[in-house]
């Protein structure tokens, strides 16, 4: 597959993952709750695997590419296309999100947090730092698993895409759930407060960590190679 391809598939379907997502809690928040949300971010995650799951693997978070490249999935080469894709998706899909909700009247842009100012729980940096680290990691493996060769075809995107709103179910309360730094750094930028942008180191490091530990340990504990 060439690499524009991917790049395009990955810019394509990260700027439709934050778009649905992050608009999901911003415009109807209030409407549809955390389980709406979750199933927000679930679905656009289902509806990517399947649309360019074929072109790119549908990635859309650079903390999956990089879980991919530490178990071998994914070439080096590879990296850097990947996550400036996903960058570019997601900052592109913030400023429509600006767009339409006017520039005046941000707020906190569904940005993600810790503390009593950006956790919608009020829960501090070490439970932040833990719960990132543990659900990006747990996502990772099932990413890992679900689109190994020796799992049954068909059903990864659907696996993942659960995952990921039973992600946000529990994550939502602690800080507003990341496991993805493309997501977090384009709603930082936006965000009118004046803690996104100092606290998102957490949001790029935690993911990270957790996505490269699970890539790690999929590669030495279950591959088949």
Known sequence: MKTNQKFFAELIGTFILVLGGCGTAIFAGEYVGFLGVSLAFGLTIVAAAYGIGHISGAHLNPAVSLGAWACGRLPAKDLFPYISAQLCGAIIAASVLVLIKGYCNVGDFAANGYGEAGSPGGYGIVAALTAEVVLTFVFLLVILGATDK?????????????????????SIPITNTSVNPARSISQAIFADNSWALPQLWLFIVAPIVGAILAGLLYKKVFSSE
Not at 153 to 170: D, Q, V, Y
């Open 150 to 170: 020796r799992a049954p075809a068909g059903f990864a995107g659907l696996s993942i895409g659960l995952t990921l709103t039973l992600i946000h179910l529990i």
